[in-house]
């Protein structure tokens, strides 16, 4: 299921008795998990950093052309943000069995099962952005015609349309999507602004039916079909738990990334110590996440703070599914899963 005896060893503790969880456990689990194993889990995190810091730079010195950000969202972002979910998944379910391994070791899993993982992988990130996008082409539609609403506000409310959304993806479909509709609708097919709201309630169902997809491959090594289907077989009767326990987990996350940030951001703003700041430069960056010609340093370093943070937050709602999928699997399956973490049926090499 996990790994080889060579890179998993026992950890000497008693045989583990797993019980279904609610969601506060699930939560208290999630925080004691990544607490108590803060070192494995930044090894993984600090491959975040790097890719990260490649994008920046390739932003930064490549000429502009059409599909610049693309390009570098597919060639780099990706791959870096698919490594480090999958070694999010292996790790966490590793000692979450009782058993003990080296961020090396769950990286080095998830480079064996790669291209499965992206198959995988794409068609839930495709779904899970649609629904964002209808719904705010659609607020943007109604609201901004209709509404005196000054920009800062009309971007306010998208942006609490996005929260639930707003879980780090490895490549943001959600978002070639919106500029591809908004595209089309300067070309003049402003029907276009419908066709994700109208596709959203069929994409948050498969959000749902298929979140545990990458996980499902990762520790059972199906075949791609398979993994879709055993998602489905996890999901069935529990639709609705799953989803609020994945919206949960999303707002929490950005919750605790923007007090972090936006803390920071007023020290900085306090202490002026990238020049003259106000708050009107910090609502700016909340609603925009941009750079402005005013005071470029400060978004500049807000924009790396953002990122920082957020690696360092982006395992919370990883761990948190991972649990699911187990809590799953104790619910409908009945099994003690320690002792199928001993068997051959459950270990792969």
Known sequence: MLNSADTIQADGSNTLTLQPMG???????IFSLYREHLRLFLGIVAVDFSGNLVIYFLARFLPNFPLKDLVT???VGMPFGLVIMGGIIVATATIYLGKRLRSLDALQQVGQRFWRMLVCHLPWNLVFGIPRIGISVL??????PNIALTTPILFTIILLVFMPFSIYLPIDLGSIIYGSIFSVMVLGQMWARFIPSVLAPFAIYFTVRWLFVSVVILLERPLIRRAFARSSELTRGRWWRIWGTLISLSVLSFAIQRIVVLTIG????LTKVVGETTSMNLLKWIVRYGFESSNPLFY???WWINRIVGSFIFPIWIIGITLLYFDLRIRKEGFNLEMQVNSTAVMHT
């Open 73 to 75: 969202d597919l060639l």
């Open 266 to 269: 007023f020290i900085l703003m």
């Open 300 to 302: 500049t370093i807000m």
């Open 23 to 29: 969601f506060g456990e699930i939560l208290d689990t």
């Open 139 to 144: 607020l943007f539609t109604i609201l901004s």
